[in-house]
């Protein structure tokens, strides 16, 4: 396992951008990861996920076209840029990691043997 840790929530209008960061503990640049949203009331979602290499990523219909995703493997860190953000965006938003994933596997299934603690995105006027 590796620990996650995510960073770049916070209020957004609608039509606007933010860019999330979730930062690994080590190794990470052996792990798939993605990206998961969480709304109360609803099943957790995959959004985004991005094989170790870059290599191959996997997008969710919902966000494909409006958001990207990255890795820095030397830095141990995933990013999604978020544009044209929606209010059905709003969202705990998790990143995730897996060492035997690939990335529309871990998407699809959420299974993942590291989690972050989230970080809130809101897009409201």
């Known amino acids: 396992q590796v620990q996650l840790v995510e960073s770049g929530g916070g209020l957004v209008q609608p039509g606007g951008s933010l860019t999330l960061s979730c930062v690994g503990s080590?190794?990470?640049?052996?792990?798939?990861v993605g990206w998961f949203r969480k709304v109360p009331g609803k099943e957790r979602e995959g959004v985004s996920c991005?094989?170790?290499?870059?290599?191959?990523?996997y997008y969710a219909d919902t966000v494909r076209g409006r958001f990207t995703i990255s890795r820095d493997n030397a830095k141990n860190t995933i990013y999604l840029q978020m544009n044209n953000l929606k209010p059905e965006d709003t969202a705990v938003y998790y990143c995730?990691?897996?060492?035997?994933?690939?990335?529309?596997?871990?998407?699809?299934?959420?299974?993942?043997?590291?989690w972050g603690q989230g970080t809130q995105v809101t897009v409201s006027a």
């Open positions: 995730a990691g897996d060492r035997g994933s690939t990335p529309h596997s871990l998407c699809v299934t959420s299974w993942a043997d590291s």
């Open positions: 080590d190794n990470l640049g052996n792990h798939a």
């Open positions: 991005i094989s170790s290499s870059a290599g191959s990523t």
